[in-house]
């Protein structure tokens, strides 16, 4: 099969090659998904998962990509709840190859059934975008109709499902970004807008959460505004930024087939609106992820037409 792999960590994005790999076989409670569709996140370069297995050993080449919809074609011995040629969509193993390949092995549970009415494109953007956003605001930041959310990179495709997420919840929304954002995160749900690069954050006042997504100098100056019992939760690793009476939730996402059953309900009934940046084939997706081109929202590769 044809998968894009990387071996070269200090190459970044110019080590991806385009090449032949062996199908995967299905392991225990594992399936076979014939991709159709994936998403892929640049960051995914700089994760540890992506060049050494859980006991730190190399294990390239890698197979790049963690997001995935697509129809099972072959399922593990004891593999319960999903049958050949369903449609599905979620989130691989941080730890095993991935999803940038016409097929994947994955662990049953991490993924849901994808309705008939929902394009495979749509269905690959949604698992990390949407869970970190559900995750982060509902389970770590537990947010309350009422509350104010600041929600950092709302024009993009963790923020802008956060922005509506959390509108939706009740919630009053107010997004960052840079100034040729503005609309696109009003058009989103965001209740106002912070020009991060010529607005001053701290008149802002008070929030109730704050979704960081950007780290640095920004997260330290929003875990000032947090009020008394509030939450900073950050999707961006570890960080010693607390608020002065308030919690730092730092998470990683987690595969959840009731979550995103969740969410790809909003998205057919209309309450969720996807953020896709730019859609490739995998036989083009080495050059459009070398692109220099700045690109709002999640990079979407079609596997199959």
């Given at each position: 099969?044809?998968?894009?792999v990387v071996?070269?960590?200090?190459a ?21 998904v014939?991709?159709?569709a ?9 994760w ?13 080449p890698?197979?790049l ?6 129809v099972i074609?072959?399922?593990g ?6 049958s050949i040629?369903?449609r ?5 193993d ?5 999803t940038?390949?016409?097929y ?19 269905g ?6 949407g ?6 605001l ?32 009740g919630?009053?929304?107010i ?13 989103f749900?965001?209740n ?18 704050v979704?960081?997504v950007?780290?640095?100098?920004i997260q ?14 950050t999707a961006v ?22 979550q ?5 309900q909003?998205?057919?009934d209309g309450?969720?609106?996807?953020n896709?940046?730019k859609?490739s084939?995998?036989?083009d997706?080495?050059?459009?992820l070398n ?5 709002a ?9």
């Open positions: 099969m044809k998968a894009i071996t070269d960590q200090a970044g994005t110019a080590g991806m090659k385009l090449v032949e790999q062996p199908r995967p076989q299905a392991a225990i409670n594992d399936v076979v014939e991709v159709h994936a998403g892929f996140v640049n960051t995914e370069l700089d540890p998962s992506t060049w050494t297995d859980r006991t730190f050993r190399d294990r390239t890698s197979i990509g963690h997001e995935l919809a697509g074609t072959a399922l011995y004891g593999t319960t709840g999903l040629g369903q599905v969509f979620g989130l691989t941080w730890y095993r190859d991935g940038l390949a016409e994947v092995a994955v662990e049953a549970r991490n993924l849901a059934p994808l309705p008939g009415d929902v394009d495979f494109t749509v690959a953007s949604l698992p990390i975008s869970l970190t956003a559900w995750q982060g509902f389970q770590h930041g537990r947010l309350q109709a009422g509350q104010s959310v600041l929600a950092h990179g709302a024009a993009g495709a963790v923020g802008s499902i956060v922005t509506q997420l959390a509108r939706e919840a919630a009053y929304v997004g960052t970004g840079r100034a040729a954002d503005r609309q696109k995160a009003l058009d749900g965001a106002e807008f912070v020009d991060l690069g010529n607005d001053r954050l701290e008149d802002v006042g008070g929030v109730d959460l979704f960081d950007i780290g640095g100098d330290k100056r929003s875990a000032a505004l947090i009020r008394a019992g509030g939450t900073l939760v690793g570890p960080t010693d930024i607390r608020p002065a009476d308030g919690l730092t939730v730092d998470f990683v996402v987690e595969a959840d087939r009731a995103l059953s969740e969410i790809v909003r998205v057919r309450r969720l609106r996807t896709i940046g859609v084939s995998l036989d997706a080495v050059a459009i692109s220099t081109e700045r690109r929202g999640k990079t979407a590769i079609r596997v199959l037409p």
